[in-house]
């Protein structure tokens, strides 16, 4: 990133007034924190970084659940062992 210092925090309101500085500060030093009363709400971080976070990320829940392979062994005990109980009657 381009900057090492804090982030700076831009009230939403000054964010959207003057995006054209808060982006130019995010190219420029680094990431920029946008805030809602007070509170943390976004980031603005140039592209190559928001890309370099993603691919460090790893694999999204919805690519997992859709891979052809399974990214582990998951040991699987034999059914033999376990008999089959009948089921009770209640009357």
Do not use: C, N, Y
């Not at 190219?27 to 007070?38: M, Y």
């Not at 790893?58 to 009948?86: M, Y």
């Amino acid at each position: 990133m381009a900057g090492e210092t804090s982030p700076k925090r831009w009230p939403v309101h000054d964010a959207k007034t003057h995006f054209s500085r808060l982006l130019e500060a995010s190219l420029r030093e680094g990431p920029q924190i946008v805030t809602r009363r007070g509170v943390e709400a976004a980031v603005l971080v140039p592209v190559e970084d928001w890309r370099r976070l993603r691919r460090a990320a790893g694999p999204t829940l919805k690519e997992l659940l859709l891979a052809d392979s399974p990214r582990a062994e998951i040991p699987v005990p034999s059914r033999r062992r376990w008999r089959r109980r009948s089921p009770e009657v209640f009357e």
